[in-house]
């Protein structure tokens, strides 16, 4: 049974403040209908805009996963940007959640206490309800790797029946040393990865000092690690910008003796991390991640190069997998009972394949087709023009079926949008159509998607909208469709 989409059954919101402006934020998590996936909205910029979280709004990965709300040239719109994104979504996904719409009064999420958990324990609050689409997952088919020498960052992504993640890292640390961190399913995310806090070295938080950042920083937010010796003049430093009383560490570790609730807790939340910043991608994964030394530029790097390959998928899922020696489910003759055209512009050799969704249809091309002597002379292509009439013929046949007297009806086609031809179709080409209902047929409007194949390349693609006319007394139609 197919799994349901789900969201949120009512509003709920938390407060706290952004990890480096230092500045109260409130958060607001909100039910959103199905196929809406999470998106962020900035409730306190004119017009409210939304940024869809989705990786190609990556705008920073520096200490934190930051969008923007984009223009067609990829320039910042309005302002309108949402920082430290990872560990919301990280709880969106955790929850088994698709659809929310994430409201915030400022630029920055609550960084909390520097996990997943507050905004965890938020949305159980809030309560689960599914939704009646069902979910569509990625399924990885082959294996896919991503390097950054430079950040020493190495990704790798297996086929795999759930999300599962495995985590090395490696910060050359006597203190931190070699970590791994594993999650089998996303079942283990909440008891397993969600409390696990956010974790930076000393030196490391100096320098973010240094520059007027991190002022929402807490001792309560983040695990610091200290791999040297504090002198006294250092912790007294620690005391006044931290406003504690005490600030402490014995020898080599944790400031202020922070108890772990793992003792691979840093790399549980490096996982942590993962999961938030693959949101991005914008479904839900059947994928395994074995992540060596990650960080969230390659995170966000990775998250693309998945997203191209469920756009690759997509295509090729529509290529007709067609047996050219099957017999034609609908041959010519059948053809022209239903169809209008004749010799020389019937462009449908047969149908192969005719659901209520969708239809497949062949065209043979050959030299004796009447347009090649001047289309051209030297060089014989089919006009991309009779590539559309192609499919536009073959969706009539999809579109006539749906009616019980197709002899009676006629198709014309009221639009083609997003048209765009990828190669060239020559004599000697069996030219595969493949039209798709985009939506049901309504009051006779037949919108469809089409795409022609040359073997496994497309060549053709558009958007079509037809509609169903009945014509009475037609003895020998001659019409064509209208393009």
């Known amino acids: 049974m197919a799994d349901k989409q789900k969201t949120i059954k009512e509003k709920i919101s938390i407060s706290g403040v952004g990890l480096h402006t230092g500045k109260p934020v409130q958060l607001t998590f909100l039910p959103a209908p199905h196929n809406h996936w999470f998106k962020f909205q900035r409730i306190d910029l004119p017009g409210q805009p939304i940024i869809d979280a989705d990786?190609?709004?990556?705008?920073?990965?520096?200490?934190?996963?930051?969008?923007?709300?984009?223009?067609?040239?990829?320039?910042?719109?309005?302002?309108?940007?949402?920082?430290?994104?990872?560990?919301?979504?990280?709880?969106?996904?955790?929850?088994?959640?698709?659809n929310c719409l994430i409201q915030v009064d400022g630029p920055e999420m609550p960084i909390m206490d520097g996990s997943a958990m507050p905004f965890v324990e938020a949305l159980q609050k809030a309560g689960v309800v599914e939704q009646d689409a069902e979910r569509e997952y990625f399924e990885l088919k082959e294996n896919l790797t991503y390097e950054c020498p430079e950040r020493k960052i190495e990704m790798l992504a297996v086929p795999q029946e759930t999300f599962r993640i495995t985590v090395m890292v490696d910060y050359n640390s006597e203190v931190l040393g070699t970590q791994h961190a594993s999650m089998y399913h996303t079942g283990e995310f909440i008891p397993e990865i969600a409390k696990c806090r956010t974790f930076v070295f000393l030196h490391e938080l100096e320098a973010l000092l240094q520059h007027n950042l991190i002022k929402g920083g807490d001792l309560n937010n983040a695990i610091v690690l200290v791999d040297r010796e504090l002198p006294k003049e250092k912790i007294d430093y620690l005391k006044k910008v931290f406003h504690k009383e005490d600030v402490e560490v014995k020898g080599k570790g944790v400031l202020n003796n922070t108890k772990l609730h793992f003792y691979n807790e840093p790399a549980r939340h490096k996982l942590l991390d993962i999961v938030g910043d693959l949101a991005l991608v914008g479904q839900h994964l059947k994928i395994h991640i074995l992540a060596a030394r990650p960080g969230h530029y390659g995170n966000t790097q990775f998250a693309k190069k998945i997203k191209e390959a469920i756009k690759k998928q997509k295509k090729e899922q529509y290529i007709p997998k067609i047996n050219l020696n099957t017999p034609a489910l609908i041959d010519v003759r059948e053809i022209q009972k239903i169809l209008p055209h004749r010799h020389p512009f019937l462009l449908v050799d047969r149908i192969v394949e005719l659901t209520p969704e969708y239809v497949v249809g062949i065209?043979?091309?050959?030299?004796?087709?009447?347009?090649?002597?001047?289309?051209?002379?030297?060089?014989?292509v089919m006009p991309g023009v009779l590539i559309i009439e192609a499919l536009a013929q073959t969706g009539g046949i999809l579109a006539l079926k749906s009616v019980p007297d197709p002899e009676n009806y006629q198709t014309y086609f009221l639009k083609i949008d997003s048209a765009k031809f990828k190669q060239k179709v020559v004599p000697g080409d069996t030219l595969v159509m493949r039209m798709d209902l985009a939506e049901p047929i309504r009051r006779g409007i037949c919108h469809m998607i089409g795409r022609a194949y040359v073997g496994n390349k497309l060549v053709c693609e558009a958007d079509m909208t037809a509609q169903i006319v009945k014509v009475r007394n037609i003895q020998q139609p001659e019409k064509s469709v209208t393009v």
Do not use: Y
Not at 58 to 63: F, Q
Not at 75 to 90: R, S
Not at 364 to 380: A, C, K, M, Y
């Open 363 to 380: 065209r043979n091309v050959t030299i004796n087709d009447f347009w090649f002597p001047g289309h051209f002379p030297d060089e014989p």
């Open 55 to 98: 990786v190609d709004n990556v705008i920073s990965t520096e200490r934190g996963t930051s969008l923007g709300l984009l223009d067609s040239n990829g320039k910042l719109k309005d302002n309108a940007v949402v920082h430290t994104t990872e560990h919301v979504l990280a709880a969106l996904i955790g929850m088994d959640l698709d």
